[in-house]
């Protein structure tokens, strides 16, 4: 997901304090100022507990779903712009873990379920909020696949600020032709079609059977297969996606499109490449759209092989910023470099590309490729997404571009909270998972002080957990034992934490006294710093007081690797 202006990201955070704070769980969280010292410790707060229906919806382990595992999709949708409403049926093919006789399925109000089957036979089921959860008739055995399908009708909730509120966009473009478009990350896919909603179970493949009226064109994810016209005047575009998929990477987008394509010469072999501008766009889009050549050569260096050759590269236009829709990347960035006329790094060199393709582009890798089980370990998606940015100002403008670009992006972190919430609720942190989860990597990158090996880290985490679905600790457990460097406290300090670290110092002739402040427990990072003028070296500060013999001039010249998300303060001699 593209971040937030900052503006709408200060919104969020007071949307979140006043909506979502109240239904977290009850636990401990750690909320520090960052100007807190390590005497005195972080400022624990403690938050009141959820609700059980944060629980149905965010938990992968309730009684209804943990049971079963999802292995195909069988979704057909027919979309009515003329009253905003939806109606079809989803074929949730499944396979049986442990026997049991309910199960849940996940479906947002006001839509409604006309009826379940399974073998042929109507199913009963009640309601509980956005859960339903149906008594099954046949016996479940372990091993066993079954199928049980899912009618249903209804308007589906209006995206109100897409792509960060979500729903579906009932909206025209400028020649007033209907668009309309889906987001859903957070919010959920079962705003507009049934299926478990969860990011901790993806089915092995997906067909999206969608029906339109005409002249309407329907893209949506993977290769489509067959485009079938109707009588009454509609048309049902299928398309079929033959990997894993997560929810809510599935979308809708129907409009005027036009369609052009090309082909990449990747890691796996040919690489189909097909764009979908509005019709009147074409010409910009070949202008625009080039860059995603660049990015794939970018990226699959960086980051292994682009995940879904079988599925292919689309891009299409979209009327919100964007999102990270798999193998049909939604772009809304108005055919012009940067985000939407901002650079977020205040440097420049995000007006030298366009943020939208390269963002939502390596989510494929990382959120699309590897897929967090819950919502509180999204950095993993971000994080590395906004770091990607960096990385390809790098492969197209130099490593020094690539660092000023990502050490740029600290001007836009808040640390208003810990970029990991509760888990189990479908709670998501601090917009800080984008800048502060980037400049932990590229810290990260420093610490591991081999570009070649850092290389190969990024890379193995793709190979390693291609096409899965993870928990953040597995993230941070890999990074950790390919580095060979113990980093379970810079996670715990830049995750866990609001806290920034800081170098405090103090130069009295040519002794230095130094410490870190303002951490967790435990914290040891080394870093770079000018004992000798200009030279760095490093050292190995803890939160203990220590010395070294110094050649500076004045205090003044003590400097530390700007390249390390930290802070300095100098105090006084003791």
Known sequence: MPVAPRQLLLTMSVLYTLCITPLLHAQTITRVDSSTSAARGPQMVTLPPSTRADTLRGS??????????VTFYDLHVAITPRDSSVRGYNAITYRVRTPAREMQIDLMEPLVVDSMLQDKRRLTYRREGNAFF???????????????????????????????????????????????????????????????DTQADEPDSQRVALTVPDPLIEVSNGRLRSTTHHPNGTTTYEWFVVNPINNYAIAIAAGSYAHYSDVYEGE?????????????????AHRQFV????????????????????????????PNAGMEHQSAVAYGNWYQNGYRKRDGSGTGIGFK??????????????GNNITTKDMADMWVHESFANYAEGIYA????????????IIGNRRGIRNDRPIIPAYGVNAQGSGDMYPKGGEMLHTIRQLVGDDEKWRGILRGLSATFWHQTVTGQQIEEYLSTRAGIPLAKI??????????????YSVSGNTLRYRWSNVVSGFAMPIPATVVWPTLTVIRPTTEWQTVTVQLANATDFRVDENYFVSTKLVAEH
């Open 268 to 284: 796996k072999g040919p690489l189909t490449l097909d764009y979908w501008p509005l019709d009147y766009n074409v010409d910009n």
């Open 491 to 504: 996670f715990d300090q830049y995750l866990r934490t609001t806290m920034v670290p800081v170098l405090e």
């Open 291 to 318: 860059q995603s050549r660049s990015m794939l050569q970018c990226f699959e260096h960086w980051f292994g092989p682009y995940p879904w050759y079988e599925d292919g590269y689309k891009l299409l236009e979209v």
């Open 134 to 196: 149906a008594t099954l008739l046949a016996p479940q055995r372990t091993g066993e696949q079954k199928v049980i399908t899912v009618y249903y009708h209804g308007q589906p909730q209006i995206a109100k600020n897409p792509p960060w509120q979500g729903g579906v966009s009932w909206l025209a473009d400028s020649l007033k032709r209907p668009w309309i478009v889906t987001t859903d990350q957070g919010m959920g896919a079962s705003v507009w079609w049934p299926n478990k």
């Open 353 to 366: 590309f366009d943020f939208i393709i390269i963002h939502e582009s390596a989510h494929e890798w990382f």
């Open 60 to 69: 992968f382990a309730t009684a209804g779903r943990s049971w079963w595992d």
């Open 394 to 405: 790098e492969c197209q403008f130099g490593t020094a571009a690539g660092a000023q670009y």
